[in-house]
């Protein structure tokens, strides 16, 4: 691979029009990296889109045999360049090593897993009503509908995972696989490796001859490339992964657009995990230990880490808040992503202390102490206390702080914690410890967290979103602007694409999933049963 | 049944707060009718909803028995009704007898729809990924995902379909059986029959000793009423079929709310006929007799009512206009659903003449007839002629008018009718009229009408939509918001739930479509294997 130019890439292009530049930065020395990037220019964007417009016609109606082949080279591709991968990776997020390899053989892994989807075939969901006879008029005409992409998507990666949720990511491979050409809008964070990885996508590209505009990256700390790309007539729907803020800003761009267009966005969450009184009358050190890993697994920049844990106050939970000050004090600590991801933590943090009236409990400051900057060195996990009839008292304004801090909220009763639960907003993720005895009232609070939260966890942490049929990362707002969908799992394909009905068509101009024959035998819903066979003749 | 009250339905009460009174109009003589009716006032919106809210825990775990015999019962109550519902209605719209009969029988056909989609239960598409080893981490969780209820659904009636798409319509059936409470928004035009209808579910919900909030209805003519449903914060999805102005100004408040909520929204379509040159070198008269047919059924006012014709002009596309005139001349007419309508018509049309520089063929105006107010009674097909190139020098400003009018487009050749039709805003249909020789051409074109379009109709004619499995009603921007539903057939319930997962969790807690043993014995995916099976011990 030729070492980092800092350019666009735009289809087969290297591209360098863009004005103000900038670099990365160490997040070992606070030093900034070679090269200069640039932001890409309005003009680079639309050329980006427009080849992307170009390709989708290819895409969308590309066998799966072509589409799964490109996303297996690709995986092979990104994996010969892993030591270079790694290494950008690891100056520009600051992630020890094993995070970094783990979290780029999730990304193979994940290429892997949309290439066999992409060749099962089954995810078109197709369904046949064929023609039949009707009392009361003339025949009802045979309808065939199945998924077909929505065209060309931009995708924002996130700052946290500069592999699994980047260039090559959930968002960007499951457009892929839906048929859809893919801009991404590459993180300011780590913008070197992205464009290692946005390399090995051209290489690829060119190396299977395929149309160019199928890839294209473009980058820039500045706010104008990303509006620009959510404004592109010719883009028809975005993937979003990173805050609520900028996601906000972004996804009311695209409502004001002349057609409005699907914004799918995971946008963080409080993770609430809720430990009903039985688990601290035994042995709580697999708690602790378990939710120490689950809070400061990649420092805490992880979208499900458990930021609020409500229990139940007692002579228990105060001698298990000892335990936990204990076990912190032993954690491993790790710088946070960088100096934005550092102040808006501080930021964060603070707004714990001034809206819920919480205390910080680790680490311990001296009273006479004064507050200095915040310092994104070691240590940074906190831990702040609170009563929940504080919180309740100052008006339950719960906010997200992206970094590894955990607010613990004493209840003074379950109808409390009952109480208090349910002033949290829309979430990923809710996790409930309880023991089997306590069944009947998890029962009883279920369906109001089911209303709230896209996954519900029982006796485990909330970290760790296998790549998985069954994963549902999205909840209702603010974890996402609908609920609907997931950004992870082989069900995010669906975002990008859009239910197609062929009305009485030869077949000839039917896609082979909807042929009688069933040529692909994928799994189709042929006059209400589920059927791999081909139709009847 | 009591007479008609003119209150507002709210769970069980008939309520009566509002002031501003108003009244239906006769579609035969134009006159008001008794009784007055209320604008809902704001405190019984927010009761509506209030109930919907209530009543959304025991609806959403409902067994699958309690929802199917509700829809059950409720078509057996409604048919009990038929002839009171089948005057007001014609009092109100002035449909013809037939057009309503069959409308009502589609709405009990479709109540039962849904029972049985409800009672098979495979719609909550479960997912089972069973917990499995990992050779890099800990060992995968299980987790088990499906669709939930979204919790209570405003609706927005039709002009259009009294019935079918209003207060026991297509998006308040696919709500219920969802499992969402519904507060509908009758629509103005026809509030009589909306209230009779309301009062047929109120009985069966007292009759079975469901909770009340299930349903509500509330009223009006002003747009505070809808404005006050779509902002209340405990509603979580809205259903609306009818203009794209009215939909739009309703869909921005959603967005502007503190919670942004899904707006599943019809509005209305083009549905462009294209006909290819080999249809006019044979006998023309049954494409003749059947697009009249499917452009003055429902007298024009359908969703789908193929509102352009594109053909490519020779001597037999003369004749064929000649041919068509005079078949208009024998069709049947009858009057515009109300004067709200008919003066939209008149706008709408007289656009075509100013916008698209069209010609009025049909009726024929002689030059020195003074343009007089338009009149709802009969003739009021309108056809319209104009050239592709006029159209494209005029800028190409698409506008559906809503009743019984075509604007027969001539083309140059072919490819100006491809340069023209990919000038069309996103719709419900295209139609495409042509002979097996014209296949090739065809599938050229094909991608980027699907590109557009929820579905592509072959030889046949866009009305008429039954209720399928298939069924495809929704398409990208104008015809919806995203494109990404539907709101008729089956599909339409997925509109109205959310996947949630549950991990690790105990038996007895799951739902019972994600238990291990599978007791509703529906299909499922299981560790990416379709089964009707119980998981293996």
């Not at 030729?2 to 350019?7: I, N, R």
């Not at 992630?95 to 989807?117: H, I, K």
């Not at 060119?206 to 820039?220: A, Y």
């Not at 009232?441 to 970290?463: E, H, Y």
Request: aromatic share 8%; charged share 20%.
């Amino acid at each position: 691979m030729d070492s980092l130019t800092g350019s666009q890439i735009i289809g087969q292009q290297l591209s360098d029009h863009g004005d103000e530049k900038y670099r990365a930065t160490s997040a070992f020395s606070g030093e900034p990296m070679a090269p200069f990037f640039r932001n890409a220019s309005e003009g680079e964007v639309d050329r980006a889109v427009c080849l992307a417009r170009d390709a989708s016609g290819f895409w969308a109606t590309a066998s799966p045999d072509v589409k799964s082949k490109f996303l297996r080279e690709l995986a092979q591709r990104v994996n010969a360049s892993r030591e270079t991968l790694l290494n950008r990776a690891s100056l520009e997020t600051g992630y020890p090593e094993p995070r970094l390899t783990m979290e780029l053989d999730r990304s193979l892994f994940q290429l892997g897993v949309f290439a066999n989807l992409v060749e099962e075939g089954s995810w078109v969901d197709a369904i046949i009503d064929q023609r039949k006879a009707n009392q009361a008029g003339p025949p009802q005409p045979d309808l065939r509908r199945m998924l077909r992409p929505v065209g060309p998507v931009g995708v924002f990666g996130a700052s946290n995972f500069p592999f699994a949720i980047s260039v090559i990511g959930n968002d960007v491979v499951s457009a892929w696989a839906a048929g859809c050409p893919v801009v991404v809008k590459g993180h300011p964070g780590h913008p070197g490796t992205c464009e290692l990885l946005g390399r090995c996508v051209q290489d690829v590209i060119r190396s299977k001859n395929l149309p160019e505009g199928i890839f294209s990256l473009v980058q820039g700390t500045q706010n104008r490339v990303g509006e620009a790309l959510v404004q592109h007539p010719s883009i028809r729907a975005i993937g979003f992964t990173g805050s609520l803020r900028g996601g906000k800003s972004l996804w009311a761009l695209t409502q004001k657009r002349t057609e409005p267009i699907p914004f799918f966005a995971e946008l963080g969450s409080l993770n609430p995990t809720l430990a009903f009184p039985a688990i601290f009358r035994r042995n709580t050190s697999d708690f602790t230990k378990n939710l120490l890993a689950s809070l400061t697994i990649g420092n805490g920049q992880m979208c499900t880490r458990p930021g609020f844990v409500f229990y139940v106050k007692c002579r228990e939970t105060e001698q298990w808040t000892q335990e936990l000050l204990t076990a912190a004090s032993l954690a491993p600590q790790q710088p946070l992503l960088n100096t934005s991801v550092a102040s808006q933590f501080a930021e964060a943090t603070e707004q714990y202390r001034v809206q819920l009236d919480a205390r910080q409990i680790f680490p311990l400051q001296t009273k006479d102490e004064p507050k200095s900057e915040f310092d994104a060195s070691p240590p940074s996990l906190h831990l702040y206390q609170v009563t929940a009839a504080e919180v309740l008292r100052c008006g339950a304004k719960w906010t997200e702080a992206f970094g590894p801090v955990c607010i613990l909220v004493g209840c003074k009763d379950l109808e409390e914690m009952k109480a208090i639960t349910n002033t949290l907003p829309g979430g990923l993720t809710l996790s409930l410890h309880a023991d089997p005895a306590e069944q009947t009232l998890a029962a009883q609070w279920l369906s109001d967290w089911t209303a709230k939260f896209g996954r519900i966890v029982w006796n485990d942490f909330p970290t760790g979103v296998p790549i998985g049929n069954a994963t549902q990362h999205g909840g209702p707002y603010p974890a996402s602007f609908d609920g609907q969908g997931t950004s992870i799992g082989t069900r995010a394909i669906e975002r990008f694409a859009r239910p197609t009905c062929y009305q009485n068509f030869p077949e000839t101009l039917l896609p082979p999933e909807l042929q009688s024959d069933n040529p692909r035998h994928i799994w189709r819903q042929v006059d209400g049963r589920l059927t791999q066979d081909k139709l009847p003749h």
